[in-house]
T-cell receptor
Framework: NAGVTQTPKFQVLKTGQSMTLQCAQDMNHEYMSWYRQDPGMGLRLIHYSVGAGITDQGEVPNGYNVSRSTTEDFPLRLLSAAPSQTSVYFC?????????????FGDGTRLSIL | GESVGLHLPTLSVQEGDNSIINCAYSNSASDYFIWYKQESGKGPQFIIDIRSNMDKRQGQRVTVLLNKTVKHLSLQIAATQPGDSAVYFCAENTPDYGGSQGNLIFGKGTKLSVKP
């Protein structure tokens, strides 16, 4: 019962570095998404994908890229890390891109940018 | 813009009591709502959902009530246990946000503390 798996769990970067946060799900879900969680801000949508080869921007996409080459994987790339990107990042998936679908979350990646 | 908010940021209850966590939403077009539980160091965990054509839905020890007239959502937890201590989020889905996709708008969360 792996569900949604995120790696790494923790990461410290220096300003200007780039990195990729990995997300994989084994439930054959079509819809996947990335959120960031900041204190007092709730979860905010960064990017999402309704299926392999299709991605779109969410509420806070600047500074992040995504791709969806397979159904299972949805990596999030930080192009040039900034201290404002210090946050906890969650990946989520749901069965289809239709509405009325609860999303299932991974346990997050805690990212600190120095 | 549209947002989901919570009336109480923290809630402290005695073990065995019932808990009620409230949520206000501002978009009358929202038609699907979810409650999530988040324990420390973990991702949000799905608890229960409700569609706008319903006003009540029950699960195991949990009940969600939806009042569309005042745009209010609540989560009731019966016989609250120490294991219920967590942050609870409501989330809404609206046709105005992300079109037909399942994009959710989250509230800021309520921390529930259960005293033994």
């Amino acid at each position: 019962n792996a569900g949604v798996t995120q790696t790494p769990k923790f990461q410290v970067l220096k300003t200007g570095q780039s990195m990729t946060l990995q997300c994989a799900q084994d439930m054959n879900h079509e819809y996947m998404s990335w959120y960031r969680q900041d204190p007092g801000m709730g979860l905010r949508l960064i990017h999402y994908s309704v299926g392999a080869g299709i991605t779109d921007q969410g509420e806070v996409p600047n500074g992040y890229n995504v791709s969806r080459s397979t159904t299972e994987d949805f990596p999030l790339r930080l192009l040039s890390a900034a201290p404002s990107q210090t946050s906890v990042y969650f990946c989520a998936s749901s069965y289809s891109a239709g509405r009325d679908q609860p999303q299932h979350f991974g346990d997050g990646t805690r990212l600190s940018i120095l | 813009g549209e947002s989901v908010g919570l009336h109480l940021p923290t809630l402290s209850v005695q073990e065995g009591d019932n808990s009620i966590i409230n949520c206000a939403y501002s978009n009358s077009a929202s038609d699907y709502f979810i409650w999530y539980k988040q324990e420390s160091g973990k991702g949000p965990q799905f608890i229960i959902d409700i569609r706008s054509n319903m006003d009540k839905r029950q699960g195991q020890r949990v009940t969600v009530l939806l009042n569309k007239t005042v745009k209010h959502l609540s989560l009731q937890i019966a016989a609250t246990q120490p294991g219920d201590s967590a942050v609870y989020f409501c989330a809404e889905n609206t046709p105005d946000y992300g079109g037909s996709q399942g994009n959710l708008i989250f509230g800021k969360g309520t921390k529930l503390s259960v005293k033994p």
